[in-house]
């Protein structure tokens, strides 16, 4: 798992390479903030790109699917080689600390001030009281929330950072709702929406929970949603 969010530095060069307009930056700055404004689609393509640069075999096909070394479509997200999304048992595996977990609220503490930029710490000017609908919108805009440049708070026991909080993150995974039976890194590889975790700068302390999910399409951009990418291990 990559410790950071995937950067606009990261992404702009993937872009410069493949002849694909960049995403906007709002204004914030691009540099070391966590790429915004990318669609799961995009994501993947910037996965696709990342292999071959490192003569790696592409992790998914047109359609989303994984695919293994041999380029054969796969629903076992252990045998691909390249760089792809992390699944989402994977994701949150890794956001709650692994094997080291101490079992935080948030990923790396029990204090969201301490690990994320979320809504009442990534403005200007701190926000009185809980705010919603039209009057916490404007409240974002007049206090100039916005993401912060990555790896900028604590990291959770892996050494992972911003998992809780600064942009969403994309999984490989289609969204739907858990089983009711138990198991073992699951991985869904149909459905409508995709999914992604995390919560962002936009959100409120409760929605930065390594235990909060959201999902929405492939095609779906916005400025609160990024991604980081991983490697199965051999």
């Known amino acids: 798992m990559n410790k950071y969010e995937v950067t606009f530095d990261e992404f702009d060069a993937f872009c410069e390479a493949t002849g694909i307009n960049k ?15 990318v669609s799961w689609n995009d ?21 989303g699917s994984f695919l293994d070394k ?3 479509i796969t629903s076992d997200p252990s045998r691909v080689v390249g760089y792809r999304l992390p699944t989402e048992a994977e994701w949150e595996y890794a956001a709650r600390g692994g094997k080291l977990s101490k079992g935080f609220r948030y990923s790396g503490s029990n204090s969201a001030d301490e690990v994320a930029w979320y809504l009442y710490n990534s403005e200007d000017e701190l926000l009185e ?9 404007k409240a974002i805009t007049e206090n100039n929330s916005r993401s912060h440049e990555v790896g900028t708070k604590a990291p959770n ?8 909080g600064n942009v969403w993150e994309f999984c490989s995974d289609w969204y739907e709702a858990y089983s009711s039976s138990e198991q073992t890194n699951p991985y869904n590889d149909s459905g409508s929406f995709m999914v992604f ?16 999910r959201s999902g929405n399409s492939r095609t779906f ?14």
């Not at 026991?157 to 809780?164: A, F, H, N, T, V």
């Open 157 to 164: 026991e892996l050494g992972l950072y911003d998992m809780s």
């Open 23 to 37: 995403p906007d930056d709002r204004g914030w700055g691009r540099g070391k903030r966590p790429v915004i404004n």
């Open 197 to 212: 975790r995390g919560g962002s700068w936009f959100d409120i302390e409760n929605a930065v929970r390594v235990a909060i």
């Open 221 to 234: 951009r916005y400025y609160y949603l990024g991604f980081r990418v991983c490697r199965t291990a051999f």
């Open 70 to 72: 041999d380029g054969i």
């Open 129 to 137: 009281g809980p705010l919603s609908g039209e009057d916490g919108l």
């Open 43 to 63: 994501s993947t393509a910037y996965c696709n790109w990342l292999s071959e640069m490192e003569n790696l075999p592409k992790a998914y096909d047109e359609n």
